[in-house]
């Protein structure tokens, strides 16, 4: 799962000729490799190695939990 934060995402000239002639035919089946491949695979690349389980918060949650209470 993507770590939910903003990301930006740039295309190369043959991206955005893909992009376009997606638009240009209304291509859904089209649209969506194209998202998964140009949009979705580059954020998931860029956070390769920083994602972070949502339970992870590091420690021992005993020992957190005897320190705050």
């Known amino acids: 799962m993507l770590e ?17 002639r997606i638009l240009i035919a209304q291509d859904e089946i089209g649209a969506f490799r194209f998202l998964r491949k140009s949009v979705y695979n580059k954020i998931a690349r860029s956070q390769h190695g920083k994602l972070k389980s949502h339970m992870d918060a590091g420690g021992d949650p005993a020992e957190r939990f005897k320190q705050r209470y």
């Open 4 to 20: 939910i934060r903003k990301s930006a995402v740039t295309f190369d000239g043959e991206e955005m000729l893909e992009l376009e």
